[in-house]
């Protein structure tokens, strides 16, 4: 049961006691999986280019650039960087001295090809009065592997991802937060301006928005635009309760309730907050250095230039649904653009009555909608798109992770095993209606799709709500497509050793 002194710290959360319980609830039921019809494929949900389209694409998306509308690029970079070191957390704490592992072997054969070098170079100089190469010859592996991690040296275990040095350059190494600074310039730029959010954990804001205060102007000045940089914190009323392995509620040492964030799903109310007619998002981690740029920039034009042509089109059939100036044919044409364009498809829908199909049209046609990149399988983790059932009996297109799924069901795993594409988190998204009207984002949140995850807390296991997914349940009554893109575009760095691939060097 809830104490007076629980209720002083929800309010002081902004959380109501009606949420608490029905979080409670979601503990003792669990979430439903998800039904499956197919996984996407080419031809089943996934568009593939051609080369003229390519160029419409580009063409629609600066035309649309050209109309003064406002896009903002939208990135989610909250999470710290410590479980990129987790394996040399572990050589630290290890009981041996030099490398044993592959990984570790790896990390110090070529850490001479880390942008950080230098910055670790200096470090290891001021805390141990040795350069790197001294410290290794003499087999102190751990001294260098420690002032690369700990507060004293670059606190690179602590620091957020973004804040990193990722890529060297002649001018100077950059960091992910620079990489799209440069990407904001070069594809969601408008008449000048380019608007870019950050999302950044409270520790952190401080330290990320002087980082940006000190590089703006060089990008500024060598793209010729001027950045309109914007900062928000995942809300403290987004948080979930945690419970006890029995779902009672897990207390702190001083009886107060443990809370923790809800995953990236949160950041919903984040994006609802943006003033923006398009929004790209994309993970902070996945960037690449100049030369292999040009590549992410056209397929961020494309993808764009795919959603501005499917919205033109959604709000022309809008128009025509509203003025009452249509016939049996023209129905017709729009069941097909929502059933062929939008992949949003209702088996019964010949059952319906014309006025109660109207309905259903607009309601398809006049919701949020985003264009998902997706990338072809190879083996990296995480989701992947399929063709779902959703809770009005509709068919359309979503992004799975694999905790959605009915492991015990071996077609839905035959399904997500042999997929042939991945989600690379590439998404743009169109938030207002067809007149000019923000949507109210968390309205299309399929609150069934969140999944409950065993922690632990000073070593006390416990059970913690996730809920539903950015670009997953959180956007799972939006209209959704998507478009394969080259793997070129993909290049996330999940561990510190991924920083050694060619695209980051």
Not at 7 to 32: C, V, Y
Not at 216 to 233: C, H, P, Q, T
Request: hydrophobic share 35%; proline share 4%.
């Amino acid at each position: 049961m809830l104490e007076e002194k629980d209720l002083r710290q929800l309010a002081e959360k902004g959380i109501s006691q009606q949420q608490i319980e029905t979080q409670l609830k979601q503990f003792e039921t669990g979430f439903p999986f998800l039904r499956l019809e197919a996984a996407a494929a080419i031809g089943r949900g996934i568009i593939a280019p051609t080369p003229e389209q390519i160029d419409e694409y580009v063409k629609a998306w600066e035309d649309y650039k050209a109309s003064g509308k406002q896009i903002v690029k939208f990135v989610p970079a909250s999470g710290a960087a410590s479980r990129m070191f987790k394996d040399m957390f572990a050589f630290v704490d290890a009981d041996y001295q030099e490398p044993q592992t592959d990984f570790e072997k790896k990390y110090f054969a070529r850490i001479k090809d880390f942008a950080f070098y230098d910055e670790l170079d200096e470090v290891c100089r001021k805390n141990d009065g040795k350069d790197i190469s001294t410290l290794l010859s003499e087999g102190n592996y751990k001294a260098v592997a420690a002032n690369m991690l700990r507060a004293e040296g670059l606190n690179y275990g602590q620091l957020p991802k973004g804040m990193l040095t990722f890529h060297r350059y002649a001018d100077g190494a950059r960091t992910p937060m620079e990489e799209h600074l440069v990407e904001g310039a070069l594809y969601a730029a408008s008449d000048g301006k380019a608007n870019v959010h950050f999302t950044v954990s409270h520790e952190h804001l401080p330290f990320f928005k002087q980082k940006v205060a000190d590089k703006a102007s060089k990008y500024e000045s060598k793209y010729g635009v001027k950045y309109n940089i914007s900062f928000s914190e995942q809300k403290p009323s987004t948080d979930t309760v945690a419970v006890n392995p029995d779902n009672t509620l897990f207390r702190n040492s001083d009886g107060s309730l443990l809370f923790r964030p809800a995953g990236h799903g949160a950041l919903i109310e984040n994006l609802n907050e943006i003033e923006a007619d398009v929004i790209f998002i994309k993970n902070i981690d996945n960037v690449v250095p100049d030369r292999l740029k040009p590549e992410t920039v056209q397929w961020k034009q494309v993808i764009a230039g795919v959603l501005v042509t499917l919205q033109k089109k959604a709000f022309e059939y809008v128009e025509v649904l509203e003025s009452g100036q249509y016939d049996h044919s023209k129905l017709e044409e729009i069941i097909r653009f929502v059933q062929q364009d939008l992949c949003c498809r209702k088996s019964d829908i010949k059952d319906l009555e014309d006025a109660e199909l109207v309905i259903y049209l607009k309601n398809k046609l006049n919701r949020p909608m985003r264009v998902c990149g997706v990338v072809k399988n190879v083996g990296e983790p995480g989701g992947g798109p399929f063709l779902t059932y959703n809770q009005d009996g509709t068919v359309s297109l979503q992004i799975l992770e694999s905790s959605q799924i009915d492991k015990s069901n071996e077609q839905y795993m035959e399904m997500f095993t042999k997929g042939t594409h991945f989600n690379p988190v590439d998404l743009v998204c169109a938030v207002k209606d067809s007149k000019g009207n923000a949507y109210n984002l968390p309205d299309y949140v399929d609150k069934t799709t969140g999944f409950i995850s065993s922690k632990s807390k000073n070593g006390k296991e416990l059970r913690a709500l996730e809920l539903p997914g950015l670009w997953n349940g959180a956007m799972s009554d939006w209209s959704t497509v998507f478009v394969e893109v080259p793997l070129g575009t993909f290049n996330p760095v999940k561990t510190v050793n991924d920083l050694l691939r060619e695209q980051h060097q």
